[in-house]
């Protein structure tokens, strides 16, 4: 369920999508081991007790070339018994029923500095990394990555500069300690391969694009294939080379497009054995200790094809006759926590992964969908664990109170936005009609959070969120923008509430927490805005401390006027990056001190955190912060903060290829858009009707030479003085839609009603001449000068 709109929580101001699951995600590969089985297999997860020498004997006979590591996982042994394992494997070798391992610095060694790339981690969350390069004879050393406090977050595919000791543990060679991280692999190669007489080659699929790979090992692509490869180096004259590593399918597929995003931004879409085994093996949580709240008349509020509940509230009047008018509100969210223990695999992964990532087609979950989609999901009629927050609001909608409790509750109902919509405006349907009573309470407790709400004024942007519509076969039918009900705002309401009443909780209790944070605007992004809105006919105060209420002063002055929308983009690009952090530094977007993220434990590892930290205050169990978890908040801060922009990333570069794929059949149509980014190569235009980003190219602009002046934004032809900058109101024309790479190209028709310059037309000259300036156009040069291109 959102937890806050558009609007609400910058930029991540991210609307909280809430689509459904998808069909059941691959589970992934399996670990190392596979032949045979292991004992691990035949006695439960878990065992720790280190096997005789003839187990070990045994075991080796059925798993001939196992590694030191696999013999590990098939015996359950961890953390210290590996020390005794490795004496064991030691006699082993004396004997010669186990071949002696060669020193890897004896078949060539690594030097004590080199460059690694970080591999996914093991199924104990141990990271592991491997060379670049590896000249030496037989298979590539282990190598254990030991983090560090104050590392930066590494993840697969990370390429570091690390310091390497020749440590042998049971199952590595070296380990590694960080130097410099250099960043997520730049050379990591995901694009079109094309059949050649010798080999082939490899065109990228991202719109930036504009490298072409010569391919020796094709690994048996075939022409016009998806693939992975991997670089190979470059010729001394001639094209980069590469050799295709994994073949992902036909990229024209329907169901394929976000499957390259995925791949491209390295998002974990499948789950490892060890997880969903885990999984598989929850079970009811036990009642006891837990307040019965089953017989409160809490209801869910989802979109219409949600698969998983994470929230569901009630409201009542208040009966004290000190808070006439008064509400007391429930919000009663799944206990995650008590599924997800620290620590478990469950956790591991759900850390590495931090958020679930949301496609038109499919969602890739945070926790496998046995959990997400049944046991921690809280399904109408079903009883379900939750954490409960009880509060007490007056009635002009401040909170006077609050007190949380771990509970069994169970949902009476699972209704859409649009139904407790009706059902406010009085049309009740067989699932409303017997809830009347409790949604008018909620509707009325919401109109008192909305006056609060407005008394705090935070940020209230009008950004509307685009959603695309598909087909069973994966195909585009639709693209429209979603209606906003009050229904959504009572939720929103409700949930920004509870976390705040989270963040005071555990911070009175001083406990350790996430705090969601968002800064305000730095003072050049504050004054290019201000400027930017002079030269438009408004006005942004200025000498004081700006608060949300003046930027929503100056959203008002251009509300309905031809400014709206790009008074609105302005604002936004102002903003900086919302993110998590355990020290406090207030949310500025939604004008609150404190803030964090409780309510939605099903998608984000943030509130999952703030649930542990709930547990813990309150002495309800054993599942509260573990002392990893404290000494390592930091780290995981930053690790699910980097983990929320990949996934921003991934899923807006799947909505482009979906719309460039609907918009192909309409090339050579027209269309309305704004100017949305202004660059030496030409402009961007977002389009009226659907939402998408299109490049008009500088060719396609006008018959002249075009300066560009890339602070203004604006492009200025030579001759004629033709200018077109960032917000203007333009008609094109579709030249190109290409679904692969999500790109559209544009043709240049009109700007402000006026057409830029053809072969064979009149244009009047630059000078005296010029054409006449309207409104919108005397928002000049100096007016954009420091309003950077945000995209």
């Known amino acids: 369920m959102p937890v806050l709109g558009a609007a609400n929580d910058t930029h991540s101001f991210r609307p909280a999508p809430r689509t459904p699951h998808p069909p059941t995600l691959s589970r992934g590969f399996a670990p190392a081991l596979r032949a045979g089985g292991g004992p691990a297999a035949r006695k439960g997860a878990g065992v720790k007790q280190l096997p005789s020498q003839q187990d070990l004997r045994d075991w080796l006979a059925d798993n001939p070339g196992a590694t030191r ?14 020390i005794d394992l490795k004496a064991m494997l030691r006699e082993l070798e004396e004997e010669g029923s186990l071949p002696r391992r060669r020193s890897a610095r004896s078949a060539g060694g690594l030097p004590p500095v080199t460059v690694l790339e970080v591999l996914a981690p093991d199924g104990e969350g141990d990271l592991f990394a491997r060379p670049i390069e590896w000249r030496g004879e037989g298979h590539a050393p282990v190598i254990l990555f030991v983090t560090q406090p104050g590392d930066p977050a590494l993840g697969q595919g990370d390429r570091v500069l690390a310091k390497l000791e020749p440590i042998r543990g049971p199952d590595y060679d070296y380990q590694a300690r960080l130097i410099r991280k250099l960043g997520v ?6 694009g079109i391969f094309r059949m050649e007489a010798q080999g082939g080659r490899i065109v990228p699929i991202d719109k930036g694009g504009d490298k072409v790979w010569t391919v020796t ?29 994994e073949r992902l399918g036909d990229p024209s597929a329907p169901k394929a497009v976000s499957l390259i995003a995925i791949h491209e931004h390295g998002i974990r879409d499948t789950f490892p054995d060890a997880v969903i085994a885990e999984a598989d093996q929850a079970g009811p949580v036990a009642e006891k200790g837990r307040r019965d709240l089953r017989d409160l008349p809490l209801i869910t509020i989802d979109p219409w094809d949600a698969r998983d509940h994470d929230d569901a509230i009630c409201a009542e009047p208040d009966t004290d006759p000190e808070n006439e008018g008064g509400f007391i509100l429930w919000v009663a969210i799944a206990d995650v926590a008590a599924y997800v223990r620290p620590n478990s695999e469950l956790d591991r992964e759900a850390r590495r992964r931090g958020n679930s990532t949301y496609f038109p087609d499919r969602v890739v979950p945070m926790l496998p969908d046995i959990l997400s989609g049944d046991l921690c999901s809280l ?50 349907d067989d699932s409303t009609a017997p ?43 639709s693209v429209a923008f979603k209606e906003r009900f009050d229904a959504h705002r009572l939720v929103e309401e409700f949930m920004v509430l509870a976390n705040v009443a989270a963040a005071e909780t555990l911070r009175e209790k001083g406990s350790a927490l996430l705090y969601r944070v968002h800064e305000e605007p730095s003072p050049e992004k504050l004054e290019a805005l201000r400027e930017l809105a002079r030269e438009s006919g408004f006005a942004l105060a200025k000498g004081q401390v700006l608060q949300t209420r003046h930027f929503n002063q100056l959203l008002a002055q251009a509300e309905g006027t031809e400014f709206d929308e790009l008074i609105n983009m302005a604002t936004l690009r102002s903003m900086t990056q919302a993110y998590y952090a355990p020290q406090n530094f207030g949310h500025f977007g939604l004008a609150l001190r404190e803030y964090a993220h409780f309510t939605s434990p099903i998608r984000r590892y943030s509130d999952l955190i703030v649930h542990r930290g709930l547990i813990s205050v309150h002495g309800w169990g054993d599942d509260g912060l573990s002392q990893w978890d404290v000494e390592h908040l930091e780290e995981t801060a930053k690790a699910i903060s980097e983990a929320e922009r990949r996934s921003m990333a991934a899923e807006r570069d799947t909505a482009d290829r979906y719309l460039a794929a609907y918009l192909a059949e309409r090339v050579g149509a027209e269309f309305t858009g704004r100017v949305s980014g202004v660059a030496r190569f030409g402009v961007f235009v977002k389009l009226d ?33 033709f200018r077109i900058g960032l917000g203007q109101r333009v008609k094109v024309k579709l030249a190109e839609a290409e679904p692969v790479t999500g790109g559209l190209a544009l043709e240049l028709l009109e700007v402000e009603g006026e057409a830029p310059h053809r072969s064979g037309t009149r244009r009047r000259r630059k000078g005296p001449q010029r054409r006449a300036a309207s409104k919108g156009h005397k928002a000049s040069a100096k007016a954009r000068k420091k309003l950077k291109r945000w995209r």
Do not use: W
């Not at 590591?69 to 590996?82: H, L």
């Open 217 to 245: 090992e094709t690994g048996g692509a075939q022409d016009g294939e998806l693939v992975h490869a991997e670089p190979l180096g470059k010729n001394r004259f001639g094209p980069m080379r590469a050799k295709v590593i």
């Open 69 to 82: 590591r696999d013999i590990a996982r098939a015996f359950g042994i961890k953390g210290s018994s590996k």
């Open 185 to 190: 692999n730049p050379t990591r190669i995901l």
């Open 689 to 721: 009707e659907t939402g998408a980003d299109g490049l008009v190219p500088i060719r396609a602009i006008g018959d002249e030479y075009f300066r560009h002046d890339a602070e203004a934004q604006v492009l200025e032809g030579e001759r004629t003085g």
């Open 435 to 477: 809830l009347a009573e409790g949604l008018a309470h909620l509707f009325a407790a919401y109109r008192a959070l909305r006056e609060a709400r407005h008394r705090r004024a935070p940020l209230d942007l009008d950004l509307p969120e685009r959603q695309i519509v598909l087909s069973e076969e994966g195909r585009v039918t």
């Open 379 to 428: 399904h109408e009629g079903v009883d379900r664990p939750s954490i409960a927050l009880r509060m007490v609001i007056d009635a002009q909608g401040n909170k006077r109170a609050h007190d949380f409790h771990r509970a069994m509750m169970c949902s009476r109902a699972s209704l859409t936005y649009e139904q407790a919509q009706a059902a406010d405006e009085g049309q009740l």
